[in-house]
């Protein structure tokens, strides 16, 4: 699934280095406590993930985003 973030989450998102080219490693903490893993941010406001996060409906569910480095 993508989910575009908020302007606020891509501000933050670009103080990072990229990953690779064009997109960075994340790991995404949401609201109801789960973490995503190993989940892709594409230039610094697209985040991809599995269709199995049923939790993740909006950018608003995620508390924290922790790049990888």
Do not use: P, R, W
Not at 45 to 50: D, P
């Amino acid at each position: 699934m993508h989910l575009k973030l908020s302007t606020q989450q891509t501000e933050e998102l670009l103080q990072y280095k990229e990953t690779g080219m064009g997109y960075q490693m994340v790991d995404v903490v949401l609201k109801s406590g789960v973490t995503i893993e190993n989940a892709v941010i594409l230039n610094a406001e697209e985040l991809i993930f599995a269709d199995c996060y049923t939790e993740l409906k909006s950018a608003d569910d995620i508390v924290k985003l922790i790049v990888q480095v």
